[in-house]
Nanobody, 117 residues
Framework: QVQLVESGGGLVQPGGSLRLSCSAS????????MGWYRQTPGKQRELVAT???????NSAGSVKGRFTISRDNAKKMVYLQMNSLKPEDTAVYYC???????????WGQGTQVTVSS
């Protein structure tokens, strides 16, 4: 059973920064594509950024140049560095892992990010 635990959310002023972390309880972290999604009330969950097992990244246009995804395979961690935060970045952020061997996806419980003055 794969468990993902996010941390690092909170309240930040516009223009500020936050770093989200996700810890994965898996035996072999390197076989998972990792990602971050976010969701606001009444809207569908949307992709923020992903990083494949080989290190290829992808991110939504709305966060390009501001958010950076990274991973530490030795620590079984994935991070989302968020800079120049805007009120529209307010959402619950979810960590996700996709096993490249089976295609099965797993989700964390989410962490709230609120950008407000």
């Amino acid at each position: 059973q794969v468990q993902l635990v996010e941390s690092g959310g909170g309240l930040v002023q516009p223009g500020g920064s936050l770093r989200l972390s996700c810890s994965a309880s898996v035996s072999i972290f390197s076989i998972y594509n990792m990602g971050w999604y976010r969701q606001t009330p009444g809207k569908q969950r949307e992709l923020v950024a992903t990083m494949t097992s080989s290190g290829v990244t992808n991110s939504a246009g709305s966060v390009k140049g501001r958010f950076t995804i990274s991973r530490d395979n030795a620590k079984k961690m994935v991070y989302l560095q968020m800079n120049s935060l805007k009120p529209e970045d307010t959402a619950v952020y979810y960590c996700t892992a996709e096993a490249i061997t089976t295609g099965r996806s797993y989700w964390g419980q989410g962490t709230q990010v609120t950008v407000s003055s």
